[in-house]
């Protein structure tokens, strides 16, 4: 008999989990009680993706003169901007629904709850509702956005989360918004190009807390260039409108200060969505906020029980949930994989991009790891040089003691696809010797890992060595 | 025309050597005479010289491996010249392997040249005891890592993707999170060839500890006035002139042999060999291993000639530069522990063919009672005399090991 698998939410984490567990023979139910696809196709990576990638058209084409083309740019259509991300999104879950078709995994749209260890309760919209059995059950109910706990900013409908950024009938004139994260940073990105002024505001001291630092100041330059305030150290203390505009009370430096808006974006931080669970009632682990605790083969305290993805509270990306999705659905078929993270990028859809994958420099020095440092910065880059005027820098990490790759981090043109390079090579535990023994084609952008990989050893080829 | 350069024999006994250094690259060009690898055997290094002109085509034996005498190390001809494809190390197990460790080890640099990191590709496990020749899959990092620790990347099952080894298999698995206390974490033993020294010398201690059934005598020497003496005749001497109290037991050694020749034979097969000359092996102890080199006619020596002689024959013992008569030909061999304070007493084995030989212990502040029943302090020594009881008695070694001690308590005589 195949070993009968339910999993909750269909999400990055759940689809994934679903199609590698049918593949291994399981007889899989996948329950969600919204559009396939979750959070990263219908309101995350991809709609904030393709309203990027317009915004950067629309960039390029406004700086189109520099290349001496004669583009007459007469602004844009908001609502054909926003049906071309929708059709993309529509496109993808389309996909995702094959998917799930063609691995014949059966999908219930319904709410679901614990009944047991073996059962959920499924509850659909009309309110009927069943209950199916399983044999392991696997729970990736994902995150969603949180609203801070600051005066009159819950329920004010000028206000909005990146869900509701996603959906804007227009451009704001003014928008502040609060948070320095990755959603924070690429939602500001894309407004400032479409002519929004956009003000950052942040509690901690610095933007992006997750990655390189000393890259991340190239990053403020560039956001400060596109007329981006950022400002640290905020706190926050209540909000009000007034005549259709949004204003913001905060104090900074013991300073109090107003800001005001058209619109204010919340991108502070996500909530777990375990509350209507049922967890307690069979006792699943979880910690203070919700999010539910498992070991490196995903498995909860109940043994047929895994958790994936943004419900572990930890590192809230996509293709973490995906991995993590692989992991559950080989362990839940009998198999023994561990979920390694050190492997699993950051990126940050800037303009230009900025991406990471291994361990920064401040992580290796809080540790007390021995480290070596290269760095190349892209204005030695031909290709760089060529897209986007040389803007950015690669910095790598190695152990001290045998060159090991310990970081890979890339700020500049097609940094997020670049990083991939860097994953490997953590992967599969690179040494220097095994990066530089590698040709990569000229020109491209990727020649500059080399460089700098090189530039740790004072044997850059194209910036003289220190 | 190729030249072969093969493994010298550099001694009597010697039946292999180990390439220590090559000297010489492929394609380096050679004149006669030039020194091109050097070579260790149990007792020595050696650097053999070119005896013709041209280059260095190939190098057959690497760094690390045992060759066999005449064994074939390389070849010397002129650009171009073939070097025979059949030729062949005798030590075929040897050949077969890799190139050391020392060699193997990625260069520093990144991109390194090509061919030095041919030969990192090919580098299979260190310290490979067994060659399995199957393909082995290991990370990078995990492989540089074992290189440097010395660990037989055979022996270990990976735990990545594929049962790929990565650098936590070769670390040994992470510490358990306890619940309190300390913890350790372990290490696995590392693993290396016995060197060709070492592997001699315990041939030769075998062999003798399980031929001889041996007999020692300790004797309890007063070495006070010997101190005494060696103070004065030290105290207007050069520091790198100074007598030795080592000097001193061989002289008084030699002295006492010679009127104790019995001691002095040596068993040859159902013969006894009256050996003539007082021959004294000292044992000199090296990183690795041990070296008897040997002051011959010890008995006709002075003093100071034996002094020099000795400290001659230590320094260049540890430096690997003994000729090969320098260690044969001992008929008696003393051992001196006494340099190590505290060390009482012990038990030497026989330096074959000897049979014979004199442990020194460190000389150590007793109280003695004097006929008058008097407690004084005093320098005690103890000399522990051990003689092959096939060709010896213990009477025989007890009156030695007296002789000697009167000697050594009435030390004028030793220099007269
Ligand atoms: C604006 C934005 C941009 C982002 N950009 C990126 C990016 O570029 N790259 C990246 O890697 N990550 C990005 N992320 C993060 C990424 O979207 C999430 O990490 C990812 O979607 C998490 O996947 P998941 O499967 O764990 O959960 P989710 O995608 O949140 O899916 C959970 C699913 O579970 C369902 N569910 C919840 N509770 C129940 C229940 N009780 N019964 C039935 N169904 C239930 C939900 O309806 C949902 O469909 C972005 C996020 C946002 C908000």
Redesign the pocket.
Known sequence: MSEKICI?????????AAIRAAQLGAQVTL???????????????????SLLHCAEIFDEAKHAGEYGLNIDVKGYDWQKVQSKKNQTVKQLVDGVTGLMRANKISVIK????FETQNSLL?TKQDGSAQIVQADKIII??????EIPNISGLEGNPLCID??G??SLEEVPKEMLVIGGG??AV??ATIYSVFGCKVTMLKRSPIILPSMDQELVDILVKSLAQRKIDIITGVKFLSAQNENARIKLNVEIAGQKKTFEAQKILV?AG?RI??E??GLEKIGIACGKNGEILTDDKMQTNIKNIYA?????GK????????A??EVAAENACGHNLIYDGRTSP??V?TLPEFAGVGATEDELKSKNIDYLVGKFPLYANGKALIANGGEGMIKILLGKKYNEVLGVHIIGPRATDMIACGALMIGFEATIDDVCACIYAHPTVSEAIREAFLAAKSRAIHIPNK | MVVEIKMPQLGLTMVEGTISAWLKQVGDEIKKGDPIVEITTDKLNNILESETDGFLLSINAPEGADVPVMGILGYIGQPGEKVPTTAQTPSAQQAQQPPAAAQAIPQENAASQPQAQQVAENVEPPAAAEVSGKRIKISPLAKKTALNLGININQIAGSGPGGRIVQKDILGAPPQKSSGGQVFVSKPPTRQRLSSMRKAVGTRMLASHSQIPCVTINVKVDVSELFELRAKLNANREKEKKFTVNDFIIKACAKTLASHKELIVSLSGEDVVYNQDINIGMAVALEAGLIAPVIRHADKLSLEEISIKAKDLAARARKGQLGVEEYQGSTFSISNLGMYQGVETFTSIINQPNAGILGVGSAISELDILADGSIVKKLFMRIAVTIDHRLLDGAQGAKFGVDMKKLLENPIEILV
């Not at chain 1, 319904?110 to 709850?113: C, D, E, G, H, Y």
């Not at chain 1, 809230?316 to 995906?322: E, I, V």
């Open positions: 909750i939410g269909a999400g990055p984490g759940g689809y994934v329950v969600d009680h919204n559009i396939l696809g979750g959070t990263c196709l219908n309101v995350g990576c991809i709609p904030t993706k319904a709410t679901a709850k499924l990736a109910v994902g995150s969603r956005p990146s869900t950024a996603l990755v959603v690429e939602l991108a996500r969505n375990t209507n669970l994936i993805g943004d419900c572990l590192v809230m990306l996509a293709h973490t949930a995906s993590q999705g950051i990126c859809y």
